[in-house]
């Protein structure tokens, strides 16, 4: 089953790269020891010991933290206190409590639904395309907001919500009760273009562990249903897991090196592709915006700079710059900028400038949406 944009990933990213945007994201189990440090020592004993309205230990803890970081003066660079440091983890591998949906809008501009595999809204019933018209007491109309639509669906495990729906193409009216479920995020959605079927986009929301795994579900299940041509649709795409974006860019390629790569003192690593990608052969085109950024820019400029796939939209956000994350004692959690990365022959991303895309466009998005136009336009038309 295919269904649309994961609107509740696109949020939950907004929130975490607010902070800090990934290119690479790895993990320790522990921070060496600090140097001593005789200054900072001693004006930690002068505020114990003289201060008038001490903050807690904890307080004034993480304030040296992020004194620190201010000091090493790098944007991608964050501190992130343990709610924080969850919620970084609950975007690659997370849940919420909810139907499992997602939302898109038919050509009458109607919001409709897009059910997960096995959710809760497809076991009560729900399929792909029905028009949302109701949920519990707040009538959806078309100019009703995201956010409103996703505040209403979600909710306590356990609990029951009232949809109503209509159903093309009589637009028939159907009501269901659907319980609340501990619903899993995807970090892939994907379905048919509505108004050229042969066009199958995939949606890829973050960089995660079983990215690679689910664009590959993703195009298999396109194909059976029709698809002959696709689209890797990365726009707001903030990043995520750095060797799964290279993955992800392998599956596409059927040679050549991805990304190069160095860390502070030490040789330049390359990655490169060791045989031809299951993928290689799929007629593709890539739609990137402002906010494709991290690892996100590198299965887009792997591709661009293969002459693999053509980048459609707007330049994208240009970070060349690799975070290690630290988990802490407490279960916080420090992501510090360790190593640049570049593309051999591409010249983006780096800051202040990102991708150049092959097919440059006014807008990335829009009614009816610019960049699948430019699409349908290329591959098919």
């Known amino acids: 089953m295919s269904f649309k944009q994961s609107f509740l990933l696109t949020l939950l990213l907004a929130i975490i790269v607010t902070a800090a945007f990934f290119a690479g994201f790895g993990t320790r189990d522990r921070l060496s020891p600090a140097s001593n440090l005789p200054v900072l020592s001693q004006a930690y004993q002068i505020l114990q010991d003289h201060g008038l309205n001490l903050p807690g230990e904890k307080v004034l803890e993480y304030g040296m933290i992020h004194g620190m970081l201010q000091a090493y003066n790098d944007p991608f660079s964050s501190f ?34 897009y059910p997960f595999p096995d959710s809760p809204a497809a076991r009560a019933g729900i399929r792909e395309g029905d028009r949302l018209v109701q949920v519990d007491a707040l009538e959806i109309q078309p100019d009703t907001t995201q956010d409103v639509l996703e505040a209403a669906l979600r909710g306590p495990v356990g609990d029951k919500v009232k949809i109503k729906i209509t159903r093309p193409p009589d637009y028939q009216p159907f009501e269901f009760s659907v319980n609340r479920e501990q619903v899993s995020l995807p970090s892939v959605t994907w379905h048919l273009e509505p108004t050229e079927p042969r066009l199958g986009v995939i949606k890829v929301n973050v960089i995660a562990a079983t990215t690679p795994d689910e664009i590959q579900k993703a195009v298999q299940d396109l194909q059976r249903r029709g698809a002959q041509f696709f689209a890797l649709d990365l726009r707001d795409n903030y990043g995520g897991l750095l060797v799964e974006g290279v993955g992800v860019a392998r599956l596409f390629l059927k040679e050549g090196t991805v990304i190069q790569e160095q860390y502070r003192g030490q040789e330049v690593q390359t990655m490169s592709v060791d045989k031809p990608g299951a993928l290689a052969d799929l007629p593709l085109v890539v739609l990137v ?72 466009l006014d807008k990335a998005e829009g009614d009816p949406d610019p960049a699948i136009q430019a699409a349908i336009k290329e591959l098919i038309h």
């Open 80 to 113: 992130s206190e343990p709610p924080q440091a969850e919620l970084q983890s609950q975007t690659l591998h997370g849940s919420y409590g909810g139907i499992g949906v997602t939302f898109g809008k038919d050509a009458d501009k109607f919001y409709v639904l």
């Open 289 to 360: 915006n402002q906010n494709t950024a991290s690892a996100a820019e590198i299965i887009s400029g792997a591709l661009q700079a293969h002459k693999r796939a053509l980048l459609i939209g707007v330049p994208t956000y240009g970070k060349d710059t690799i975070q290690l994350v630290f988990e802490l004692q407490d279960k916080s959690s420090l992501a510090i900028t360790s190593a640049h990365w570049w593309i051999p022959g591409l010249d983006a991303p780096h800051p202040g400038k990102g991708l150049q895309p092959d097919i440059l």
